[in-house]
């Protein structure tokens, strides 16, 4: 299961209503996109950026109600659709300008001095895309917007700390330099894969950290009704599944990068079902621990 913010978008998902698939394609095309641009490649930054700036620019003259692009350009297999799904279900457009100032500074950032700034990157990289996701489901009160930003954030941590060692080959630290400091961890630890018992303090910090965020958004996944209340619920559980496969790992996410296997999907699955609304939580998803497989 892959946790990272442009993947979140269920487009391929049979609980995926039919009516909402096109939507979401369109949604997907635009995010995955802009995102391939700040992170695949050999291209160096002034046109990585550059190419982002066309998007922007795009997504202005979408917004003004112009066409996004000329018919012949590039762009337009992925902003003709998106314009069309914008008009058909009044989608906001600051979400997507969100994503892109994300992708923008993944180009150029690649330290965080403190959680503030990471949880800034976060709101701007993961949350818009609860947030679409909500509008189209004619969901998104301030409640099921608060509670899907956290459920979003707490899923791109899990990513990081799925994927430090990936990062760390792109030349990317996301484990906020703070933290490395309070837990005497230096980047030349990361560098060596080293695994002590600083590192496991850091990172059991981290992974209640990023827990607390999506056990704070669980209501949402409980609340919705119908299959993107069983999307939610699976994403959440999966999230959940993440890290306690990282706990079991010891915290050594550089020798086997922590993935789900057939038993983790049945956990998830059978955790999912027991989660349903009609049914009574053993535990109140503040107090909600991993069980053991």
């Given at each position: 299961m892959a946790v990272d913010h442009y993947e979140n978008f269920p487009v391929a998902s049979v609980l995926m209503p039919a009516r909402l698939r096109p939507a979401v394609v369109a949604l997907y095309r635009f995010a995955?996109?802009?995102?391939?641009?700040?992170?695949?490649?050999?291209?160096?930054?002034?046109?990585?950026?550059?190419?982002?700036?066309?998007?922007?620019?795009?997504?202005?003259?979408?917004?003004?109600?112009q066409l996004p692009v000329d018919q012949a350009s590039a762009l337009a297999p992925v902003f003709y659709p998106l314009a069309q799904v914008v008009r058909d279900?009044?989608?906001?457009?600051?979400?997507?300008?969100?994503?892109?100032?994300?992708?923008?500074?993944?180009?150029?950032?690649?330290?965080?001095a403190d959680f503030a700034t990471l949880k800034d990157y976060c709101a701007r990289s993961a949350d818009p895309v609860g947030e679409l996701m909500l509008h189209l489901y004619g969901a998104a009160t301030p409640q099921n917007l608060a509670e899907s930003s956290a459920i979003c954030t707490g899923l791109q941590l899990v990513n990081f700390w799925q994927d430090v060692a990936i990062d760390w080959d792109k030349q990317r630290v996301y484990l906020p330099q703070e933290d490395l400091a309070r837990f005497g961890v230096s980047e030349s630890d990361i560098a060596a894969q080293q695994v002590d018992d600083r590192w496991r303090a850091l990172m059991q910090f981290e992974v209640s950290r990023a827990r607390a965020l999506l056990h704070c958004g669980a209501p949402l996944a409980r609340r919705l009704p119908g299959r993107i209340g069983w999307e939610l619920r699976l994403v959440v559980m999966g999230g959940l599944r993440i890290l306690h496969r990282i706990e079991r790992a010891d915290y050594d996410v550089f020798r086997a990068?922590?993935?789900?296997?057939?038993?983790?999907?049945?956990w998830i699955i059978w955790h999912a079902w027991r989660w349903l609304p009609a049914r009574p939580l053993t535990d109140a998803p503040e107090t909600f621990k991993t069980p053991q497989p």
């Open positions: 995955r996109s802009a995102d391939d641009i700040a992170d695949e490649g050999d291209a160096d930054a002034a046109t990585r950026l550059a190419a982002l700036d066309d998007y922007t620019r795009a997504l202005r003259n979408l917004e003004a109600r279900y009044a989608l906001p457009v600051a979400p997507m300008h969100a994503l892109l100032s994300a992708f923008s500074q993944d180009v150029v950032k690649t330290r965080y990068r922590p993935t789900l296997g057939p038993r983790d999907w049945a």
